[in-house]
């Protein structure tokens, strides 16, 4: 069997330089942190903040969309929930933070009617 696995055999090979690349890999790892901070931290802490936003300007009558999908009108606004109706006369109550946006004025009417 051992015809089918070659040996290897070390080579002699020359003594390691020392080499000068602290100041080079140091750089490299600021790079790549300034690259993370532009693609993946920022980005998330603008769209944190702006939610933030839409769920503290929660009032009556807007038309929201949830995170599970379901459109319907704010009637009324507590602490933090939020009434939503869904269809006539059948109110669901839902955590503020589950309210991912809301709709231009009209949208269910034009999408009960279309």
């Known amino acids: ?15 390691a330089a020392p080499q000068d690349g602290g100041l080079v890999s140091f750089a490299l790892l600021g790079i790549m942190f300034v690259v993370f ?3 993946i931290l920022r ?19 807007d038309e929201v969309t949830t995170n599970g999908g379901i459109l319907g009108k704010v009637v ?8 939503v109706e ?6 669901i109550k839902f955590q503020k933070q589950n309210i991912t946006s809301t709709l231009p004025k009209g949208t269910l009417k034009n999408i009960a009617q279309g």
Do not use: C
Request: no cysteine; hydrophobic share 45%; proline share 4%.
């Open 43 to 61: 980005p998330q802490s603008k769209r944190a903040k702006e939610h933030k936003k839409l769920v503290s300007e929660l009032t009556k009558g």
């Open 86 to 91: 869904v269809a006539n006369g059948l109110e």
């Open 76 to 83: 009324k606004v507590v602490d933090e929930y939020v009434v």
């Open 37 to 39: 901070y532009f693609l």
């Open 1 to 15: 069997m051992s015809w089918l696995i070659s040996t290897a055999h070390a080579a002699d090979a020359p003594a």
